[in-house]
């Protein structure tokens, strides 16, 4: 299991990570879809959406991410990647908090 820092909440759903993650190892599985990039510091939340950050609700959903994430350690479990990011199922470590899940309980974040 690689841990990753997170080290800036975007918005409502992304994040910057630091090691990058690699396209070599730790995208092995999605290594067709990769294109040039060699690695990757941004991760989209998979399966869900959070509101756009110019919005009241929006910064919330920041804000809220950021009071889970930034300057914690997760484990990411990509299942795609999308333009200059990877799109990954997130768990905060150590306690595996399932990221989403909280997102979308708390009312920051939809179920797609």
Request: with cysteine.
């Amino acid at each position: 299991m690689k841990l990753y820092q997170v080290t800036k909440v975007i918005d409502g759903d992304t994040f910057k990570v630091d090691p990058p993650i690699s396209r070599d190892i730790d995208l092995e599985p999605l290594i067709c879809k990769v294109g040039n990039i060699n690695a990757y510091t941004k991760v989209r939340i998979a399966n869900i959406n959070a509101t756009e950050i110019d919005t009241p609700l929006g910064e919330r959903a920041m804000l809220y991410l950021k009071s889970l994430l930034e300057g914690k350690r997760v484990v990411l479990k990509p299942t795609d990647i999308s333009y200059d990011l990877v799109v990954a199922d997130v768990w905060r470590y150590p306690n595996q908090v399932f990221v989403s899940a909280m997102m979308v309980y708390s009312g920051y974040a939809e179920w797609v």
